[in-house]
Nanobody, 125 residues
Framework: QVLLVESGGGVVVAGDSLKISCRVS????????MAWFRQASGKEREFVAG????????DYSDSVKGRFTISRDNAEHSLFLQMNSLKPEDTAVYSC??????????????????WGQGTQVTVSS
């Protein structure tokens, strides 16, 4: 059984940085396209960033481009999201996702069959 577990969320002040992690257990993450999604209270889940299995191709939503960086360490079975210049509107539950059917990422949540439980990121003004 493959499990995804996020960590590193917390409460920060606008302008601060935060790095969240996702560890995959049960199987190497190198075989999956992976992504970060987020869901703010009362809003739909949205794509944040995606990365292919080798890490050579990444993608970001317009709202985080230039501020967030997605990366992965397949040897450590981990996915990361470095978040800089955080804004109050970045407040959300952040979840990592993996798709065992493809080595590439997708912007569509329905393309992913493995999900973590999420980690809360709160940015105060």
């Amino acid at each position: 059984q493959v499990l995804l577990v996020e960590s590193g969320g917390g409460v920060v002040v606008a302008g601060d940085s935060l790095k969240i992690s996702c560890r995959v257990s049960g199987h190497s993450p190198g075989a999956y396209g992976m992504a970060w999604f987020r869901q703010a209270s009362g809003k739909e889940r949205e794509f944040v960033a995606g990365i292919n299995w080798s890490g050579s191709n990444t993608d970001y939503s317009d709202s985080v481009k230039g501020r967030f960086t997605i990366s992965r360490d397949n040897a450590e079975h981990s996915l990361f999201l470095q978040m800089n210049s955080l804004k109050p509107e970045d407040t959300a539950v952040y979840s990592c996702a993996a798709r065992s059917s493809s080595l590439d990422y997708s912007r569509s949540a329905s393309a992913y069959n493995l999900w973590g439980q999420g980690t809360q990121v709160t940015v105060s003004s």
